[in-house]
């Protein structure tokens, strides 16, 4: 009987969750006010209350950005409601099916954020859709009700109806990761790697299409080939032009760029853009799918810790700048150039001495994405130099194969065990561990005291590996420099950053001092550097300044630029084994 009874309960507690459903209507008919209006119908939920709530973050973009502070008038058509904490409502409806209202304020151009005004809409999910909470697995319909003079709605959502913008997600996790173009823009596709690519581009720019649909599908081509297959059968582009557009950010089957609307010609700018294509793409895999234990399913309550975002933007930084080599947009000569000033830029930065890169990573929510005068002296960017820890990887694993495996076997792996087999993230240990299974060898001390310390990158060996030299172009130089960066501001010089170790840190020059005069010349614009460069180390300058407003006077004893300028050259006669390295890893 007992037993009889618990099987009765079962039966109807898993129809019962079965057969709730959760429906979203996204409206926004008055496009210039900037408020986005969203309806929640729940049909079944027969329990006496309901929590709801938005989420605080956007999975890509590591910062606590509060979003339920853009939401208004949130009510129901039956039962009441109220606020038991900053991001959730508690919802208690009077029968079992009841409309959730509210309205968005949504005027933040930026991929992680939601945008409306009369040229378009731009939706990214979790600044726009609140959630059921324990109930984000349920699957989700979505209707959308653009103003009648907008024509078109690009987004991977699978579409149910040709004739209306209906929408249908498995989750909540997909629904909000499916971000939406909703306007008048420019749509067209290609196809490559066995997958149909949507492009869709709002605002004027001077690109074009044929263009494009060449350009991007080789990148897609490139970054298909690391990992051996692709696993989607859609994918849409958001593509926004603007006068100072400048990023992107991945989706599981899309993905938003935001660029700059000039940008396309030839030439550097364009090579920019196809970079962060080839950025954007490569996530569909590193990250979206192949993922820190931490990234996934998401947490939208609160941050998610990892301490491999180096892996995560690192390996995709490293890859969106060695796949344009690999498709031909850059020669060998180029790639090392451009590699050789991210080691200068790194090696530069006074953080990279203090922060290990998984600190910066665990540390993004609070550091990376809140960054301040003092950032450079303390934090390093888990993007440039988990680039630089990619690239020896992937110079150690072509040394201890005799060139049979690269950094791209250590992808596939991941693939192949954590996304494909086990359907999981993966830990930190797991991640050493399938390096080192591709290497063949054993990496502690490289993630011991590289990785989790601040242990100089061991270049020369690495490069050595290929046949290549890592000369400092500064070797030997005398120049000396005063440590601080300045801006021009209403006319008068201002210190925007003083860097540790130098003769302005050092001496006490202050971030927002005005640089009046050096050794009673007054600094006029730019001419500081006229002023510095005529001495030599051991020099003391006096400098005048005006701090909040009060004339004052510091002496400054200064130095020799310590600053390195790397190239990477490779060698006159390298040896057979470094000839095969240096052809695998840059695909000669
Ligand atoms: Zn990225």
Redesign the pocket.
Known sequence: MRILSLFFLFITLSLESSSQTVSYHLSMPEPHTHYFHVDINLVRFSEDSVDIKMPVWAP?SYLVREFSKSVENFRLDNGSSKMINKNTWRIYPNGNSVKISYDVYAFEMSVRTSFLDESHAYINGTSLFMYIAEKKELPTTLEITPPAYWKKVSTSLERTSDKTFSYKAPDYDVLVDSPIEIGNHIEFHFDASGVKHNVAIYGKGNFEIEALKIDMAKIVESCTNVFGENPNKNYVFIIHNLTNGSG???HLSSTTLQVNRWGYQTGRNYESFLSLVA??Y??LWN?KRIRPINLGPFDYDSENYTNLLWL??GF??YYDELLLKRAGYYDSEKYLRKLANTISRVENQPGNKLQPVTEASFHAWIKAYRPNENSKNTTISY?SKGALLANALDLIILENTNAEKNLDDVLRVLWNEYYKKQNRGFTDKEFQTAVEQVTGKKLDNFFLNTVSGVETIDYKTYFSYAGCELLDLNDGAENVKLGASTTIKNGRLMVTRVYHGTAAYNDGLYVNDEIVAINGYRVADNDMTTLVDNHKAGDVLTLTLSRDGIMTEIKVTLQNDKNVNYRIVPIDRPTEKQELIYKKWLSE
């Open positions: 890509g992107g950010l991945e950025h954007e490569f996530h990250v995560c933007e995709t930084s993007y």
